[in-house]
């Protein structure tokens, strides 16, 4: 296995599974594991949904990026998840392109629907948008999520299967 120097991103629209598939990299490579979206809430002390009823989004993309950036300013590699929405920030894309590797966790809009009402609760966007305008959402993005150095197709894979994937790149 391949030493891991940089901190590994893990990037993708919202619920793809960063979390998730992030803990068990981190467990796997024996690396400390974050993601943005946990650390925002432990800063702020209210949940990313209240963030947003509260303080609105313009406040969390702020301690998002300052989080972000925070991580990736470490010496010691890690691994980190960051919200769907956190690579529309230019600042945010081209450190974690540069300082970090990052990998593009790519779902079909297909299977992603059938997602949708699960993460609904959780997450401001989904509850403010139509299904027509998270689609366009979704499209927009990954053109953006898609300038990561390395993607893995999600649709069809186990989370043990995209686990491997991301340790054999
Ligand atoms: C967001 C994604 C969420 C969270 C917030 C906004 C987005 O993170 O940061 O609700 O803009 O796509 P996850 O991608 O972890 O769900």
Redesign the pocket.
């Known amino acids: 296995m391949k030493t891991q120097n940089k901190t590994i991103v893990l990037v993708?629209?919202?619920?793809?599974g960063?979390?998730t598939i992030g803990k068990k990299v981190a467990k796997a490579l024996d690396l400390t594991f974050n993601?943005?979206?946990k650390l925002v809430e432990e800063k702020v002390g209210l949940t990313?949904?209240e963030i947003?009823d509260v303080h609105g989004e313009i406040y969390?993309r702020g301690l998002?990026e300052a989080m972000i950036l925070s991580c990736l300013s470490e010496d010691q590699p890690q691994v980190l998840?960051?919200?769907?929405?956190?690579f529309?920030n230019d600042r945010i894309r081209e450190v974690c392109i540069e300082k970090g590797d990052a990998i593009f966790l790519k779902i079909s809009w297909e299977e992603w629907k059938k997602r949708a009402d699960d993460?609904r609760p959780?997450?401001?966007?989904l509850q403010k948008n139509s299904e027509d305008e998270i689609h366009t959402?979704f499209e927009v993005?990954q053109q953006l999520y898609s300038q990561a150095p390395t993607t893995i197709v999600t649709d069809n894979l186990t989370i043990e299967e995209i686990v491997e994937a991301i340790q054999q790149r």
Do not use: C, H, N, Y
């Open positions: 993708g629209f919202m619920g793809v960063k979390t993601d943005s979206d990313v949904k947003f969390f998002e998840a960051v919200g769907g929405g956190a529309i993460l959780t997450r401001p966007l959402l993005r």
